[in-house]
Structure formats: structure tokens, C-alpha cells
């Protein structure tokens, strides 16, 4: 079935440092790609979408882009803040028809930035 | 413009209660989906109401049940609670496309914290 890898955490670096978070994806036909955050105590909020491939989602200084061929959507921030440090989510949506959206989500990752 | 509100924030139950908490989608959205969220883990899909009808449902046992009601808000009800209900239960909204299915851009809910003791 679809599913959603995305690398494991704690990820720590310091403030103004490169982030690479990596997400790969399985899926039957075209998903559409998110990426969504988590801050602590709080429920999870959009950061970024692709539909199609080749496509880059990008907010607030982060990017992805949709790799059809390499089955992936990393997440990527040249400068981070350390007001970045919150789980990071890669989810899929299959669309089989486009009867419903479920997103399928990866297990999160954690990102820990220090000043 | 209000974005997607749930109640309660917290909740404790014990083991063979049950449970109800509520959703409000953001202004203007039709269709409701919930997801339960083990600590440590990425959310996992429930089921999705649309037209107040259930149009698809996760892996979830017939314990888990929900509603929805003509205003678009809903319900998610957990009979029999076990100690591995324990999550954060979250809600999301979308807005029907213009084929008739669901965009897919879904906006969360803070979440409710169940807790079963």
C-alpha cells in the first residue's frame, strides 16, 4: 500500500545552519506531496505542497521538490532559525479518483535548532 | 476567518467508557476528516464525513464511529475505550473541488489529548 519514509530524528543544528530533512514515498499513480509542522503542544499546520512532479512547494524559507523518479520530497532550509525547532511531517495523498484526500504521514521528525 | 477549533483540549476516561469529541471545520469547508496521533508518531487516518455520510474509512475497529451534521461539524465517538486509545485525536477540513471530490489541502484542528487510565 502508499506509504511515507521520512528520516528519523532528532535532527540538531545550529542556528543558520543548512537543513536536509529526506522523505521518500510509495504510491499508486500521483499522489499529491505535503510537507506539515507540528510545535509543541499544537496540532499540525500546512507548510508546503506539490501536486505534480518536477513541482517545488516553498513558505517561510522552506522548499521541496516533487521527484517523480527518485520517489522523494525533501525538505529544505538554507538558514534555519531557532524558531524552526518543531516535528516535521512528509504526507501523501493518493488520489484515486479523488473520492476523499487522506493523508498518509511519515513518522516525523524532529528538529532541535540551538543558538 | 476561524480556522478549525475542537473540544475539549484534554480529556481522561477509564477503560470501558466512552467518549465524544467535537470538530468545527474552518469557515467555508464541507468535508471532515479525523486522525488519531500516537505519541511519537505521525498521525494515522480514521475516517472522512462529507454530506454528513462517512466516505471513507482507515483501519480502524467499528468502535470508532462518527457524525456529521448539516452546519459540517462533527462528532468522533470511541465506545469500550482501551489503554491504546491514548492520543492526541486531531480534525481536519477541506473544501469539495470542482470535480466533486475533496481539494486536497486538509487544515488541522489543535487536537484533543485522550487520555485512558
Not at chain 1, 499546520?45 to 513541482?55: S, V
Not at chain 1, 520517489?71 to 524552526?84: A, C, I, M, N, R
Not at chain 2, 465506545?79 to 481539494?103: E, M, W
Request: negative net charge; aromatic residues 12%; proline residues 5%.
Amino acid at each position: 500500500g502508499d506509504s511515507v519514509t521520512q528520516m528519523e530524528g532528532p535532527v540538531t543544528l545550529s542556528e543558520e545552519a543548512f537543513l536536509t530533512i529526506n522523505c521518500t514515498y510509495t504510491a499508486t499513480g500521483y499522489p499529491s506531496l505535503f510537507w506539515y509542522v507540528q510545535y509543541p503542544g499544537e496540532g499540525l499546520q500546512l507548510l508546503l505542497k506539490a501536486t505534480k512532479a518536477d513541482d517545488k512547494g516553498s513558505n517561510k524559507g522552506f522548499e521541496a521538490t516533487y521527484r517523480k523518479e527518485t520517489t522523494s520530497f525533501h525538505l529544505e532550509k538554507g538558514s534555519v532559525q531557532v524558531s524552526d525547532s518543531a516535528v516535521y511531517f512528509c504526507a501523501l495523498s493518493p488520489n484515486y479518483g479523488g473520492a476523499t484526500n487522506k493523508l498518509i504521514f511519515g513518522t516525523g521528525t524532529l528538529l532541535a535548532v540551538q543558538p | 476567518d476561524a480556522g478549525v477549533t475542537q473540544s475539549p483540549t484534554h480529556l481522561i476516561k477509564t477503560r470501558g467508557q466512552q467518549v465524544t469529541l467535537r470538530c468545527s471545520p474552518k469557515s467555508g469547508h464541507d468535508t471532515v476528516s479525523w486522525y488519531q496521533q500516537a505519541l511519537g508518531q505521525g498521525p494515522q487516518f480514521i475516517f472522512q464525513y462529507y454530506e454528513e455520510e462517512e466516505r471513507q474509512r482507515g483501519n480502524f475497529p467499528d468502535r470508532f464511529s462518527g457524525h456529521q451534521f448539516p452546519n459540517y461539524s462533527s462528532e468522533l465517538n470511541v465506545n469500550a475505550l482501551l489503554l491504546g486509545d491514548s492520543a492526541l485525536y486531531l480534525c481536519a477540513s477541506s473544501l469539495v473541488g470542482t470535480s466533486g471530490g475533496p481539494t486536497d489541502t486538509q487544515y488541522f484542528g489543535p487536537g484533543t489529548r485522550l487520555t485512558v487510565l
